[in-house]
């Protein structure tokens, strides 16, 4: 059964359900150019924003019933006034055929009802334009039951040559009940003139999604998904954080750094929902006070819950804005320690849009509703083209831009990291950050401040030693006793100011020990245990301490004792006595 009867009733439902808009029949027009066009031919819609919208709204007949196909045909006259007249006054047009002859007479199959859906012929109708248009072959597309809200048939896909293209707009629901909004949609942000062979009458910018994922002409020389490798202290962030901060200080890109931490969730990443206070929300109450109503209104703070995005839903935002406002910017996001956190949970359906071909991504992915708006809203506003206006639907489906960059670290020797899948690894290209390439020019500190004991005064001297000397030593003795070389430490293990807390302390406790200086250690910082030694010992030799400790040392404790007081047991220790290092370890400091 037919949704509407005719498409007067249609009409008139349309207008009903278009809060805002104005509805007029053309008035009798007399102009050098277009002629007389008699009033009552077409109509003219007015948005609620003011614009006026040349409109042709006609209702298909049938012939040829005793045929396999009869013919669906609409008539063009007043479609060829309207589109004159749109064209001579720099109007947007529109030309819609409404069909409600039975499916049955139509000889189409079960379960297709033609009347849920308004053909939009985008095409120019000119007078050179047949009186009437057979427009079966459009109908055609419709083989089986459609469920799709729009979809729009190509050339290809069509046998009327008078015609460009069309498409169907769904104007009812699963349900069957009439439903504007794919109407209203199609009315705000399209215009059958873009797809016409003469744009001579001239047109206005419309949305085209396509324009979001447009090829960048000067892409970076880093990969779109990058992922950098290494064991601790090679430089994984500060090699992000140093290309990062050169393209932005040449105005090529913007940059945002995220840690991932065990908790760390989608939400938070992409966006969720989340209460958000309202002040000062009023509100009207009805009460029953001794017997009698009392009503009136309160004011207060209430709770709303409104879409709170998270870093990759805000930059997404400004690269689909920089994609449509045609800049060359690029973002890149920086993930710090990727598997702290289950990353192919956090990443959630963005996993998929990891695969990527010049930096778009290859598949698309349906978005959840609330991010839709959200990146509606944002884009929105970010956007310096006016005349570009984005459907509601703009971002119900998405893909990577090749103008985001997502840059990720991490270290799978550490303890309490989640193991990357096969599947997600793919997706990354990566770089190993080499423990022994170092590039000591960048270095923080060349030297670290160790305590030695001079047998021969039998007194202690806070001495410096090659700190990549010291270093490798240590790795040697990692690599050993068999562990990988992502247990290692990297040259930048510690930072400038470590270092020279390292060698304050060193100071301060040689001093104590010589009687030349008093100090409370207990209040000052010293890395060397607390943080190199510390890893030594909780996570590579955490099962063999004898492998690396001397003097039967087994805890955290002891080894702080030991290098507070520079005794151990009663006997004089220094850092030579407490490791199994071998002397050339020592290597006097590089000037």
Known sequence: MA??????????????????WSFAENPSISDAVLGT??????????????????VSLRQTSLTGSDRVKPQIRVFTDNAQLAYLYAKHKNLRYFFFAYCVTPSASLKFSAGIEPSEYLVSIESKILPTTPGRLDIRSMYDNMSSPETRPFFRIPPAEHSCPSLTQSCFIRICDFSGSFTISQLENYLQYFDSRPYMTDLSGGYRVVFNPSA?????????ELPHNLLVHGAPGTGKSHFLDSAAKDLVAADQAKYRRVTFYEDYSYG?????????????CAEIVALDYAGKPVSGTISGEHITYRFSPGPLAEFLADCYAAKLNKSPMKYILIIEELNRANAASVFGDIFQLLDRKQGTSIYKITTRSEFARYLHSAVSQKLTDKTIELPEDAFNEIKLPDNLYIWTTLNSADQGVFPLDSAFKRRWSCIYRDVAEVDSKAAFRPHICLPVLDSSTNSYIASTFDWNTFRDSINTEILKEGFAEDRCIGYWFFSEDEMTDIEKYTKASVEIRNGTGTYELSTMQNPL???????????????????????NIHTLSQLRQALKNLAFNGTSIDIKSLTVLPEKSYAPRSV
């Not at 245990?529 to 003097?551: G, I």
């Open 212 to 220: 979001l994922y447009n090829p960048d002409p000067s892409p970076l």
């Open 529 to 551: 245990v607390d943080k190199l030694f510390a890893y030594l010992l909780q996570d590579v030799f955490r099962n063999t301490p004898a492998s690396f400790f001397k003097e």
């Open 268 to 280: 938070q990443f992409v966006g969720e929902y989340m209460p958000v206070p309202q002040e000062d």
């Open 37 to 54: 066009i008699p009033s009552g031919k077409f109509y003219l819609w007015t948005t609620p924003s003011g614009e006026e919208l040349v």
């Open 3 to 20: 949704l509407f009867a005719d498409s007067n009733t249609l009409y008139q439902n349309i207008k009903a359900a278009l809060p805002g």
